[in-house]
């Protein structure tokens, strides 16, 4: 069952109505076949950073376990606003328009691994993005995982890139699956997302990881973020 939105919104969210970029709001989620590859995560800190820039953002959560929902309700009153509903994905297709309607600047939007329960509504909903971020992992389970994941988007003609997820940097695995995602002839993100205690920190207390003081892994978000926003060509503020 949803969870409405309009009551977080009305109380927290005092700016105009109209979205920035002319009333167009721009979708982007946040898939991947594999569970554990950081989906959740990514979400939630894109979303933080989206609303430090002054963004109307709205955070959808299909994944029948609700992290990202959880999570936002821990999220501090003092702390920039973000709108947020629970939507299991057999239902998504069912308020698509009604969200788009609504005029958020950016829809962000947490999925539950692979297509198998509801494929015809998964599909739906990877039509409507303007851009898939595909969170992977620096191993061999992750990248065999996602690479037909990255072949159903390109049979779907979606915008998509791989994003490389709790990695050492500097490491041979890092270089090994930069090498194999390539080889898939996917595209990779060209920032990827360090494997970081703060991130996990930050999650508990339902903020992003920029919001943490001296939050270590900030910057690798503030760059995800960047190249989203510039991909979705959503204006810097």
């Given at each position: 069952m949803a969870k409405n939105s309009q009551s977080v919104e009305r109380r927290r969210v005092a700016?105009?109505?109209?979205?920035?970029?002319?009333g167009s709001t721009k979708w982007l989620v946040i898939s991947t076949a594999k569970g554990g590859s950081g989906k959740t995560t990514t979400a939630r800190n894109l979303a933080v950073a989206a609303a430090h820039e002054g963004l109307r953002v709205l955070l959808v959560d299909t994944d029948a376990q609700q992290a990202l929902a959880r999570w936002a309700e821990r999220r501090p009153e003092q702390a920039p606003p973000l709108a947020w509903e629970a939507i299991v994905l057999s239902e998504i297709g069912l308020h698509l328009d009604r969200i788009h309607a609504?005029?958020?600047?950016?829809?962000?939007?947490?999925?539950?691994?692979?297509?198998?329960?509801?494929?015809?509504?998964?599909?739906?909903?990877?039509?409507?993005?303007?851009?898939?971020?595909?969170?992977?992992?620096?191993?061999?389970?992750?990248?065999?995982?996602?690479?037909?994941?990255?072949?159903?988007?390109?049979?779907?003609?979606?915008?998509?890139?791989?994003?490389?997820?709790?990695?050492?940097?500097?490491?041979?695995s890092?270089?090994?699956?930069?090498?194999?995602?390539?080889?898939?002839?996917?595209?990779?993100?060209?920032?990827?997302?360090?494997?970081?205690?703060?991130?996990?920190?930050s999650a508990r207390a339902g903020i992003g990881v920029m919001e943490l003081r001296g939050g270590n892994g900030a910057d690798d978000f503030r760059g995800v973020w960047a190249f989203a926003r510039s991909e979705l060509g959503i204006r810097a503020r």
């Open positions: 700016r105009p109505t109209a979205a920035q970029d002319g609504s005029k958020f600047d950016v829809v962000i939007v947490d999925t539950p691994p692979g297509v198998e329960s509801s494929p015809s509504q998964m599909q739906m909903l990877l039509r409507k993005a303007n851009l898939v971020l595909v969170p992977v992992q620096p191993s061999d389970d992750d990248i065999e995982s996602a690479a037909p994941w990255m072949e159903l988007l390109a049979r779907l003609d979606v915008p998509a890139h791989f994003l490389l997820n709790r990695v050492r940097r500097g490491s041979k890092l270089d090994e699956a930069k090498l194999g995602l390539l080889e898939t002839g996917g595209r990779l993100a060209p920032v990827e997302v360090r494997d970081l205690e703060d991130i996990r920190r």
